[in-house]
Nanobody, 124 residues
Framework: QVQLVESGGGLVQAGDSLRVSCAASGRTSSTYVMGWFRQAPGKEREFVAA????????AYADSAKGRFTISRDNAKNTAYLQMNSLKPEDTAVYYCAATNRGILYDSSSLYEYWGQGTQVTVSS
């Protein structure tokens, strides 16, 4: 089992930056992958970014490329999502998710473990 706890959400203005974190505990493996998803009111959950734990390979949704950066600190068992140039349309609950399958999936159904989510609100 893997437990995930997000933190760092909040209310910011358009153009601001924000970093959300996801602390993992429990059993992970060399094929561990962590992803970030988000869900806005009335919309489906969508992929944002993912990173492999062993070698740091990354994948991004088109909406995140150039503005968001996913990273990890293996010593702290924590992943981060740095979000710059935030827009009102980035407003959502941001979830971290994890899988031990070793592939940078962009489908939420392929991640076994989920955090509780953290709210990010961007005002215009």
């Amino acid at each position: 089992q893997v437990q995930l706890v997000e933190s760092g959400g909040g209310l910011v203005q358009a153009g601001d930056s924000l970093r959300v974190s996801c602390a993992a505990s429990g059993r992970t493996s060399s094929t561990y992958v962590m992803g970030w998803f988000r869900q806005a009111p009335g919309k489906e959950r969508e992929f944002v970014a993912a990173i492999t734990w062993n070698d740091g390979r990354t994948a991004y949704a088109d909406s995140a490329k150039g503005r968001f950066t996913i990273s990890r600190d293996n010593a702290k068992n924590t992943a981060y999502l740095q979000m710059n140039s935030l827009k009102p349309e980035d407003t959502a609950v941001y979830y971290c998710a994890a899988t031990n399958r070793g592939i940078l999936y962009d489908s939420s159904s392929l991640y076994e473990y989920w955090g509780q989510g953290t709210q990010v609100t961007v005002s215009s």
